[in-house]
């Protein structure tokens, strides 16, 4: 049996919380601090669609956990795509934002319900909420302890459902490109944005799945190209994966 997420230390970093919810009010800023999940947005919500159930286990709609959502980039884009989303964040000004975007850009007709909360997955899991599908993109290398994290996420999703999870690879050129290159030289993320000792292999990714109860059904690189983001074998910096519940 997989390891119970209930009774543990929370996996929210106050630290963390702190520094993503002083940029809140920049996220949808396209040449701000966040532009490089700006770039790659496209890409991961397109690749998570495409391994997301067709249909959800209690409606038509599939329903959406996007946790960590920040200010909601990756789930007012998956609601585009006729999802019904639920962004929980523990940070209330990155919930704020969201809130006020979507109240400045409405979603266009056709779009699936969206709603946000300010939270944790531990609250969530301790009301035994459950969803056809969870999302957690570039925030379990963010999180006190990633294998309780991977637990909490299966906890999340229905029997049979989907848990997509995108992050960073620790490798040395994941260092060089992800960490030095972004925050100190290219100065693309504010600096502090990452610690690389934090980043997770796929391996370790695999391991947490499994010890919770999770399949792997697909995993793939994302890398920067001239034309945008693309999918890519190379599994050096930036992976998305994605799991099923047994």
């Known amino acids: 049996m997989p390891p119970s997420s209930q009774d543990t230390a929370s996996s929210v970093s106050p630290e963390e919380i702190a520094r993503f919810g002083a940029l809140a009010e920049q996220w949808w800023n396209p040449s701000g601090p966040m532009r490089p999940l700006h770039a790659m947005n496209t890409l ?135 960490k030095i290159g972004a925050e100190y030289l290219l100065r693309l993320l504010p600096i502090g944005t990452h610690e690389w000792r934090k980043f997770i292999t796929p391996a370790e990714l695999g391991r947490y799945a499994r010890n919770a109860g999770l399949s792997i059904q697909a995993i793939a690189g994302m890398v920067p190209s001239f034309s945008g983001w693309k999918e890519s074998r190379n599994l050096d910096v930036n992976y998305i994966a994605a799991f099923r519940k047994l």
């Open 44 to 178: 991961r919500i397109e690749w998570a669609c495409r391994h997301l159930p067709l249909q959800g286990r209690h409606s038509r709609k599939v329903r959406v956990l996007d946790i960590g959502c920040g200010a909601g980039l990756a789930s007012e884009a998956l609601a585009k795509a006729g999802h019904d989303v639920l962004g929980l964040d523990a940070s209330p000004k990155g919930i704020a934002a969201a809130h006020a975007h979507l109240e400045a850009h409405p979603l266009p007709t056709g779009s699936g319900p969206l709603a946000y909360r300010v939270g944790s997955a531990e609250e969530l899991v301790a009301e035994n909420r459950q969803f056809d599908a969870v999302v957690a993109l570039e925030i379990i290398e963010h999180v006190t302890d990633p294998e309780r994290f991977m637990t909490m996420l299966a906890d999340l999703a229905e029997p049979g459902g989907v848990v997509i999870v995108s992050t960073m690879n620790r490798t040395l050129k994941s260092l060089a490109v992800g």
